[in-house]
């Protein structure tokens, strides 16, 4: 191993941004977080200024280097992490020409259409490992060629924010990698690299997409700029960790198949390690490239879980903001506590956290969230509770699309991500999966797998097993209340069809095409 004492990991996810300091022997010593906005322009369209999370990128590394009084030059590498599926034009010198266009943004309901009448949708699952759904990057820069023609002339590359912050940091040059480009619906699952017939299919050609790398590389070393900005020493190796959930798979030590991961942030996404591609006639999981190089996942979402909770906090949950600001308490632990006072099952009131669309297993982006069994025996804590309590049930949906294809259940089920310090919310999903649920020392996988795939590409280990060996380790595991499960059961059959039903009428498509207009 490498002399140096530390190494750092950097996660730009949706709604901030954490700078996390490792030591060798796996202890986190350091953390910092920057909270970022999303913009909205429209109903559906969700947007970011990539310059912005950059600079609260800097911020949290400054500040984690002032709060843990490390030096810098003791950092032996950076591996870096971001949202897969947003995207960004940028010129030859990879400054934004616009605002980048989010995961989660659902403009492209037509472009997919017209995708999937080009390719076939069979065909492109073939291609791909994914169903045609308008959530994937494809459909959304479709859209733009289509109705943005002028900006695809001015462009020099399309990328992902990954190859960004890199260039940011001081990479040379801007790659991808396959796990950074599994939500962007334009892989070639089998060959790991972009596919020539699909981004055809959406008008444009491969000259205008970065080169395709493996993970866990070292992209470069931070440059005199980047480190007056942010504080890291120049000349620390800048290195490519992977996809956010690919990170978060490595950082929660699924490498193997039968293990499987959830992480809750802004989305819940589950990543199954998998040996091989596996069929999936029903197109309900997604298949992409692992952060281990040459290997495959597993994927389902749920693309508002987190949210959820923060629509309720800044719509509902003004007392609790106000009383955490004033006390130096976390707003979400408060909310949580107000929703330990509820009853499991919420006197029979349903969430539905559908507030951007449902991904997992029927990838449909009109659905829209709501509630059902409603009534004057309901009170504040039990509404907070039936978000927890909704969420889970969606991503009940997703483990079962996911065992469906994977043919058995699943062995070893972790859950990690911000989420996973709630100790309610971690009993809530056990209850409502029927199983076992693993937590882990270090809860936020995401930021600790690029730091670990950062110093693998640096050569502080040297393969990505044993670096999991030496640092991931489980915290406890939460075993499931039988008498909730069984009441969960009947709740989530009266979700399922609820949801069928609405779906089935096209009850959300004439509202999402309602909303469109106004």
Same mark, same amino acid.
Request: contains cysteine.
């Given at each position: ?28 010593? /350091? ?79 037509? =472009? ?12 492109? =699952? ?27 002339? &001015? ?27 599994? #939500? ?18 959406? /008008? ?8 395709? $790398?493996?993970?866990? &590389?070292?992209? @470069? ?28 798979? $490595? ?54 879980? /987190? ?26 632990? #408060? ?81 990690? @991500?911000? @989420? ?13 999966? /029927? &199983? ?19 110093? $693998? ?56 095409? #309602?909303?469109?207009?106004?």
């Amino acid at each position: 191993m490498a002399a140096m004492k530390h190494f750092a990991g950097i996660d730009a996810g949706t709604t901030g941004a954490t700078v996390m300091l490792v030591d060798i022997g796996g202890e986190v010593v /350091g953390t910092a977080y920057r909270e970022y906005p999303c913009i909205y322009p429209h109903p559906g369209w969700v947007e970011q200024d990539i310059e912005c999370v950059w600079e609260k990128i800097c911020a949290a590394s400054k500040e984690v280097f002032y709060t843990t009084g490390i030096d810098p030059s003791t950092v032996s590498s950076i591996g870096v992490s971001s949202q897969r599926g947003t995207f960004l034009c940028v010129d030859s010198d990879c400054n934004p020409l616009h605002n980048s266009v989010v995961w989660n943004d659902c403009r492209a309901t037509e =472009q997919a259409v017209k995708l999937s009448e080009r390719i076939g949708p069979d065909r492109y =699952q073939q291609i791909t490992g994914m169903p045609v759904s308008a959530l994937w990057a494809a459909p959304k820069i479709m859209w733009i060629v289509e109705n943005q023609p002028s900006l695809i002339e &001015r462009t020099h590359k399309i990328i992902n924010g990954q190859e960004f912050l890199l260039n940011r940091l001081g990479a040379e040059r801007l790659f991808s990698d396959p796990s950074s480009l599994t #939500l962007n619906g334009m892989m070639d699952i089998d060959r790991l690299d972009w596919s020539d017939e699909v981004i055809s299919a959406i /008008g444009l050609s491969r000259e205008q997409f970065p080169p395709t $790398v493996t993970p866990a &590389r070292q992209e @470069g070393k931070v440059s005199a700029k980047a480190s007056l900005e942010s504080g890291f020493a120049r000349g620390t190796p800048v290195c490519r960790g992977g996809g956010d959930q690919q990170c978060a798979a $490595v950082g929660s030590g699924v490498v193997r198949e039968g293990m499987a991961e959830i992480t809750v942030g802004t989305a819940a996404m589950m990543v199954a390690h998998i040996d091989s591609r596996k069929e999936d006639p029903d197109k309900c999981a997604y298949i992409g490239g692992h952060a281990l190089p040459g290997k495959w996942d597993m994927e389902g979402g749920a693309f508002a879980t /987190g949210a959820c909770l923060r629509w309720w906090r800044d719509t509902f949950g003004h007392h609790e903001s106000d009383t955490a600001r004033r006390l130096g308490l976390d707003v979400y632990d #408060l909310l949580t506590l107000e929703a330990s006072k509820a009853p499991p099952g919420c006197k029979g009131y349903l969430f539905f956290p559908f507030l951007n669309g449902q991904v997992t297993p029927t990838y449909d982006n009109c659905a829209r969230g709501g509630g059902i069994g409603l009534t004057l025996a309901h009170d504040r804590a039990t509404l907070i509770r039936s978000v927890l309590e909704g969420t889970a049930f969606e991503l009940r949906m997703v483990i079962g699309a996911l065992e469906k294809v994977l043919g058995r259940p699943f062995e070893t089920l972790r859950l990690t @991500g911000g @989420g996973a310090k709630s100790d309610l919310w971690t009993q809530i999903q056990s209850d409502v999966y /029927g &199983r076992p649920i693993q937590t882990l020392r270090v809860s936020e996988c995401t930021t600790f797998g690029s730091a670990i795939l950062g110093a $693998v590409a640096a050569g502080v280990f040297q393969t990505v097993e044993e670096a999991i060996e030496t640092l991931v380790h489980t915290r406890n595991s939460v075993e499931p209340n039988i008498k909730n499960h069984e009441l969960y059961d009947e709740l989530f059959a009266i979700f399922g069809e609820t949801y069928r039903v609405l779906r089935e009428h096209r009850i959300y498509e004439r509202l999402s095409r #309602l909303q469109s207009r106004l």
